[in-house]
């Protein structure tokens, strides 16, 4: 029989230490990404991993809450981390220490950053106490639920959408999907620029408003909310909205506790961080996913936010075998924004594409990000996703090159200019 070598096991060093604060897109994909050889302990309130780019579908009932969400617990441990449900509370960057709800003290040598952005409620008058935000799959399927229960009386009911961005124009799609034919239901959007969607290359505004034509949709551009009532918004042209069902979707501000802890110069800014992921001034701290300020613009996306979740990993791996770090450089994927059963858009640098088919390649994206972080879960989306997507958008998803061949042959799509 062997003898343990118990002076080597004494004097073994310990494994380097990794926490990581919030296990969503950016978190999660850190976590997966980290070899047993670290000691990694991944930090999140929320059980469930969520994929955001489709919550919208749980409106219209496409999607159930089930089908976009998995245990973050057994994720991590599968990888051989450790899980600890709580928030992160204070992060003490001069002491490489972590501070959680239950007064936790964690000790560690690298840390990634990962919790996203905060609703943003509050910089509206009564947004947060009558508005309802839309970002997680609890927040969306209340929407659903509240709609419903209104939409099934005689009353006339009228939504209000905060916002004309990509998910303001998601979250009108997947409504007109479901009630497009209801009697009484008004829709309207209030968006502050002057276009919808005003960040894209092209003119989606008015296929959106064509779209629309045929709908009870009224579109406020040019305009913002001012005071949100219980059953009310005021405009800042001074006109007033009924609205039973208020739907927050003006995008998100930074966490507090950024500022709380010395992370950041002013309140409200993001952890600005060099090309590597790196904290400008501690430099064992990294950034995943959209609480991370670049200093070059991005998009706060998912697939940015799983990018850098695994360069962060993997610089920390570097850095501890003392090798050069590697910068993030953000892939030029296109943008997929679904429009219910009415369009859908794939939004590339200088052109957007669309179509109805272009929602398969959107959904394949969903079956193939799920099933790279949740293998175990498969089954269960491949049932949603064989009712729609082909082969053609599966194989497209993993790669996302937008030749007009590769997308002409998901169905007909048209190039908008
Ligand atoms: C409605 C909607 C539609 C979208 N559509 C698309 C799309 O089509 N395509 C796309 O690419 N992107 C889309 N996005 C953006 C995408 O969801 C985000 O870019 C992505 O979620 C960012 O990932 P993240 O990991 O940085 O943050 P998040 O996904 O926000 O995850 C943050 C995690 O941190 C946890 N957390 C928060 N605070 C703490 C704390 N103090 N301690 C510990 N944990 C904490 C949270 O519980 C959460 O799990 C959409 C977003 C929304 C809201």
Redesign the pocket.
Known sequence: MKTPDLKKRKYAKPLPSVVI???????LKAAVSLPKRFNVTV????PYFEF??N??ELISGLKTPEMLRFSKQKAINRSGHHYLQE??TAILPEQKKIITTSGSTLSYDYCIL????QNNTAVVKGAEKHAMP??SVRQCYDIAKRIEILTSGKRKISIVIAGGG??GI?ALGEILRKYKNSRGLQVHIVEKQKRLMADTPTDIDSEIRRLCNDFPVTFHTGKTITRVWKHSVDLSDKSKLSSQVTIWNIGTRP?D?LYESKLTDAPNQWLNVKSTLQHMAYPEIFA????AGMPFPLR????H?LDMGKTGAENIIRKHAGRKLKAFKPSSKP???SFGDLDAFLIDKKIVVAGPAIGLLKEAVFHYVMTDLDPSGAFLKAIHTSERATAAAIKLASTMTVSPAALAKLGKVRIIK
């Open positions: 604060a919030g296990a969503n897109f950016g978190g930090i999140d309130p929320e955001s780019p919550i919208h928030t992160v990962s919790i996203g952005g839309f970002k990509f998910e998601e966490p506790i995943a996913g959209d609480i706060k996306q998912a697939y936010a943008m997929l924004v």
